[in-house]
């Protein structure tokens, strides 16, 4: 079942000389449940992709569906919503709320939508998070792989379609680093949640299911790894 359906997405800043065409008609699509990793050097676009399948950018011409729809035919109010339910996004720099405690970061994406936090997900997630007994914890209290796992945490709460991590273990040491790619996986599989990850870490991205690469905004190869 496709999750994701990218069509002739190109993104251009600028315009005459200072113009910069980020991405360049790029197409593809992803199963639901896929773990895809798309490499490239700096200034590829990749980030920009990122941005773009998550709703944070709007893309200059083209298309993004996600489980069917449009995501650039919502008005803001719809995409917001969007952004909270159905797409989970972990950054390389945490983005944690420096006065909110763990509970309260990871719950934060279900209380901004004003719903009620579901008790029995959370302790699953501060389970397998290895957050348990750190609940009350602020960020400046945590180590840099606790705090990447607290965001993951929030980018899990509201089990959306898809999880976009961009380099999200590009501040930690190889250790913390392997914990948070088996953590990702673990969701992927457990949950048939749908991951794609930005990586500069060849042997990261050799643990998906599918390779894209990128190189001056277009693709320029894609590769199933395992089905």
Do not use: C, W
């Not at 909110?100 to 389970?127: A, F, H, S």
């Not at 960020?139 to 976009?164: E, K, T, W």
């Amino acid at each position: 079942m496709e999750i994701l359906k990218v069509e002739n997405i190109t993104k251009v800043y600028g315009e005459g000389e200072n113009k910069v065409v980020a991405l360049d008609n790029v197409s593809f699509s992803v199963r639901k449940g896929q773990f895809v990793a798309i490499i490239g050097p700096s200034g590829s676009g990749k980030s920009t992709l990122m941005h773009i399948l998550g709703g944070v950018d709007v893309p200059t011409h083209g298309k993004v569906y996600v489980d069917g729809e449009d995501v650039y035919e919502k008005n803001q109010t719809q995409l917001a919503i969007f952004r909270r339910r159905q797409v989970g996004l972990i950054y390389q720099f945490y983005n944690l709320i420096p006065v909110l405690n763990v509970t309260e970061n990871i719950t934060l994406p279900v209380l901004m939508d004003g719903r009620k936090v579901n008790q029995e997900r959370l302790d699953e997630l501060l389970e397998v998070l290895s957050l348990k007994g750190r609940e009350k914890h602020l960020p400046n209290q945590l180590s840099g792989g606790q705090q990447q796992r607290v965001s993951i945490g929030r980018a899990l709460m509201n089990s959306p379609a898809i999880v976009l991590a961009d380099e999200p273990t590009g501040n930690l040491d190889s250790k913390n680093s392997q914990e948070i790619i088996n953590l990702l996986k673990y969701s992927n599989q457990k949950y048939n949640q749908t991951l794609i990850m930005i990586t500069h870490d060849e042997n990261i991205a050799l643990q998906a299911d599918r390779i894209i690469s990128v190189d001056d905004g277009r693709i320029t190869r894609d590769e199933v790894i395992r089905s």
